[in-house]
């Protein structure tokens, strides 16, 4: 069973910096693209930063300059270092990652989604 999960969110004054980590487990074949989303009270879930298997990436507007994703392939783990935090950056923040298994000779691809972390700036 596939799982991603989340660490390294909390509560930072405006200004200040996070790092988000997220780690996927268990077996499957090859993760392709790995993702952060960020859902903030009553609005829609938003694509924050998205980063392909061979490393180009791609950022919402309001985050370029300020956020950077990275991954390790051979540890399966994505990361977001977060800087310049606004209060507009208080949300929930999800891991995603697109992922193939292998079941036999057969392949599928399906998306993961880890449970979310907190980010919150406040003074």
């Known amino acids: 069973q596939v799982q991603l999960v989340e660490s390294g969110g909390g509560l930072v004054q405006p200004g200040g910096s996070l790092r988000l980590s997220c780690a996927a487990s268990?077996?499957?074949?090859?993760?392709?693209?790995m993702a952060w989303y960020r859902q903030a009270p009553g609005k829609t879930r938003e694509l924050v930063a998205a980063?392909?298997?061979?490393?180009?990436?791609n950022y919402l507007s309001s985050v370029k300059g300020r956020f950077a994703i990275s991954r390790d392939n051979a540890k399966n783990t994505v990361d977001l270092q977060m800087n310049g935090l606004q209060a507009e950056d208080t949300a929930v923040y999800y891991c995603y990652a697109e992922i193939t298994g292998k079941t036999g000779i057969s392949y599928s691809t399906r998306d993961y989604w880890g449970r979310g972390t907190q980010v919150t700036v406040s003074p």
């Open positions: 268990g077996s499957f074949f090859s993760i392709n693209a």
């Open positions: 980063i392909s298997r061979g490393g180009t990436t």
